[in-house]
């Protein structure tokens, strides 16, 4: 499994403790920045790794700001992007069986350190259930490619 790694300046040093979990599993990873707590925009970094992630090129993505909102919310403007803000590993667990998120997005204020590494192990260890729930994400997708489409039932 390849995971794309962003944040902005205020994830800078819970993307470093992510990144060396990373490689402790030995999973392929790339840090896409910032190295510095240096201000920075959090869309810029959130749509650079939902794009690579939505592309191919990666098979999930980390995301982490402040609260973990920002990051999700820019993130989940790309297509083929379900960004989860993510508080704890059950929640992780569940992003990945019913949602089939593929990318998570971290709070840096709202989460140590311990658990954070908690949820990112859940999140990268938690297949897709499909089943059901391949239904459900395959009308997220259906709205995403076109924005009239009318889900069933609701019009």
Known sequence: MRV????????????????????E??????????????SVD????????????????????ILICG???????AANKVRGIRAAPVTTPDAARLARRHNDANV??????TLAVDAALRIVDAFLATPFEG????????????????PAHH?????
């Not at 392929?28 to 920045?33: K, Q």
């Not at 970094?45 to 098979?59: D, Q």
């Not at 889900?151 to 019009?155: A, H, I």
């Open 42 to 61: 959090y869309p810029d970094y959130a749509v650079r790794v939902a794009r690579l992630v939505a592309g191919g090129s990666f098979e999930r993505g």
């Open 4 to 23: 794309a790694l962003g944040a902005d300046h205020a994830g800078v040093a819970l993307k470093a403790h992510v990144r060396r979990l990373l490689d």
């Open 104 to 109: 998570l997005a971290l709070g840096a204020r």
């Open 25 to 38: 599993r030995r999973l392929a990873c790339e840090d896409l920045g910032p190295d510095t707590d240096e």
């Open 151 to 155: 889900l069933e039932g609701v019009r």
């Open 131 to 146: 089943g059901r729930h391949q239904r459900r994400v395959d009308k997220i997708a259906a709205v995403e490619t076109d």
């Open 67 to 73: 609260s973990g909102i920002g990051m999700a919310i």
